[in-house]
T-cell receptor, first 113, second 111 residues
Framework: DVKVTQSSRYLVKRTGEKVFLECVQDMDHENMFWYRQDPGLGLRLIYFSYDVKMKEKGDIPEGYSVSREKKERFSLILESASTNQTSMYLC????????????FGPGTRLTVT | QQQVKQSPQSLIVQKGGISIINCAYENTAFDYFPWYQQFPGKGPALLIAIRPDVSEKKEGRFTISFNKSAKQFSLHIMDSQPGDSATYFC??????????FGTGTSLTVIP
């Protein structure tokens, strides 16, 4: 069964802290994605990666960075958390090919106080 | 700017009725149009998807209608059930698998 797991379901951090969100997929997918989900704004792409050590900026990369050292793991890093980064963060993975389907993790709800 | 525009923001339908959610896009390079369903506390899950070479795709009670010339597509849920109550997102993908999502529609089906 397809599985994307995220390290935490809920996280509370203070302003200025460095925050790591981890995502692991067990489907041997090449592509991995980080989105943030906010009411009324839908899902917005932060960063994505097509291969190990590769990364591409999405629509809203400011204040974030990513790391992909292994194929199955994609990390999102908030270098200095701010209150406007309070959101739901969703990780997804996919494999290049005809289906294009992205498989999502359950999400991490991050609150920055 | 929003690459995929979705409406309505919320929808209330009686059990047994038809739910219709609409999306529009501008980028003609999009070549894959999925609909995702999301229940509270869960990540989105693929519901149904279509490519622009067909005008309609049906899976059970769910149908996508696609109008390439108008750059619009819609999700129809026939015989809507309370278990269909969820948030629905349309999306459009480039050939590079970069997705652009609509803003979501919260569907409530009342018994």
């Amino acid at each position: 069964d397809v599985k994307v797991t995220q390290s935490s379901r809920y996280l509370v951090k203070r302003t200025g802290e460095k925050v790591f969100l981890e995502c692991v997929q067990d489907m041997d997918h090449e592509n991995m994605f980080w989105y943030r989900q906010d009411p009324g704004l839908g899902l917005r792409l932060i960063y994505f990666s097509y291969d190990v050590k590769m990364k591409e900026k999405g629509d809203i990369p400011e204040g974030y960075s990513v790391s992909r050292e292994k194929k199955e793991r994609f990390s999102l890093i908030l270098e200095s958390a701010s209150t406007n980064q309070t959101s739901m963060y969703l990780c997804a993975s996919s494999s290049p090919g005809l289906t294009y389907e992205q498989y999502f993790g359950p999400g991490t709800r991050l609150t920055v106080t | 700017q929003q690459q995929v525009k979705q409406s309505p923001q919320s929808l209330i339908v009686q059990k047994g009725g038809i739910s219709i959610i609409n999306c529009a896009y501008e980028n003609t390079a999009f070549d894959y149009f999925p609909w995702y369903q999301q229940f509270p506390g869960k990540g989105p899950a693929l519901l149904i998807a279509i490519r622009p070479d067909v005008s309609e795709k049906k899976e059970g009670r769910f149908t996508i209608s696609f109008n390439k010339s108008a750059k619009q597509f819609s999700l129809h849920i026939m015989d809507s059930q309370p278990g269909d109550s969820a948030t629905y997102f349309c999306a459009a993908s480039t050939p590079g698998n970069q997705f652009y999502f609509g803003t979501g529609t919260s569907l409530t089906v009342i018994p």
